[in-house]
């Protein structure tokens, strides 16, 4: 079954790429590829969520760079919490490719947006079951990439292409964050940390107990990723701005389930506050 989870990302990706070849003016056909696809990504993940015994699945996928001191590798990991936001992520995700079927009839940039849908869907996935920090920045940033394009969707106008550039600069903020906390664990812990071994009580205390600075700003970096992602005091403000985008993408990325990603940071890093 855990030869089956990078499929969760892997899927919605081929789908995008699948959509790229598909001509602009065959929109029945773009979204019954996407529905179809969409439908057994669904399944997959309630396959992934019904069909274990809820044990742990961690893997490591590939090691991208290793040297004596370091390795970067892609790590995935399959538990309580990828479950829920997988299987919400899913449904939603399903029910606003319906509706943009229709609300998006006839656009010009019906297939851009449908593209653009897709590849956020697989950062979304490839966030939520990824295993280290490394793992979750490649979907993290792309998700950011996606969303901006999103905002600044009708790109003849200025109002939107403003707009997502001031949201833009808020997320590179939280990247910035996020790649200083990556940094300092690499420092504290001087291998490619996993989100597993965060819940090694014992050695997160004596990390705590030999190196507090170090490991208060590992904190308060996260802290204020997860607060600019989820668009919260006081970086509230590119929220409304978000909204320059189109109705169907403004609903799946800032009303359900990019804006709760923040959450998501906060609930698998959740031992390391314990």
């Known amino acids: 079954m855990s030869q089956l989870l990078p499929l969760l990302a892997g899927l919605p990706l081929l789908i995008y790429f699948v959509s790229l070849f598909v001509p602009s003016r065959q929109e029945r056909l773009l979204a019954r590829i996407v529905l179809t696809g969409l439908s057994a990504n669904l399944l997959l993940t309630l396959l992934m969520c019904f069909g274990t015994d809820w044990q742990q699945m961690n893997l490591k996928l590939l090691t991208l760079y290793q040297t004596e001191h370091f390795e970067f590798s892609i790590r ?6 990828s479950a829920v936001f997988a299987t919400l992520g899913a449904v939603i995700v399903l029910l606003i490719s319906v509706f943009s079927k229709y609300y998006m009839h006839r656009d010009p940039g ?3 947006f449908f593209s653009m ?13 990824s295993g280290n ?17 999103l905002i600044a969707f009708y790109r003849d106008r200025y109002l939107p292409v403003r707009n997502a ?5 808020y997320y590179r903020l939280g990247d910035i964050c996020l790649i200083l906390a990556m ?11 996993s989100f597993s071994e965060l819940g090694n009580a014992g050695e997160v205390n ?40 189109p109705t169907s993408s403004s609903a799946i990325f800032y009303g359900s389930l990019a804006s709760h990603l923040g959450v998501f940071l906060l609930l698998r890093t959740s031992d390391y506050w314990s």
């Open 117 to 129: 849908l897709l590849l956020f869907y697989s950062a979304y996935n490839l966030l939520i079951i």
């Open 76 to 81: 995935v990991l399959f538990d309580r919490f």
């Open 165 to 169: 550039l001031k949201v833009l600069s």
């Open 206 to 245: 004596n990390l705590f107990g030999q190196h507090y600075a170090g490991a208060m700003f590992v904190a308060v970096m996260i802290l204020i990723s997860a607060a600019v992602k989820s668009a919260q005091f006081p970086f509230s403000t590119w929220l409304p701005r978000a909204m320059e985008g």
């Open 183 to 193: 940094w300092m664990s690499h420092h504290l812990w001087h291998r490619n940390i």
């Open 133 to 149: 920090f490394e793992t979750l920045f490649i979907g993290w940033e792309i998700l950011g990439i996606t969303s901006f394009l």
């Open 110 to 112: 019906f297939r851009r």
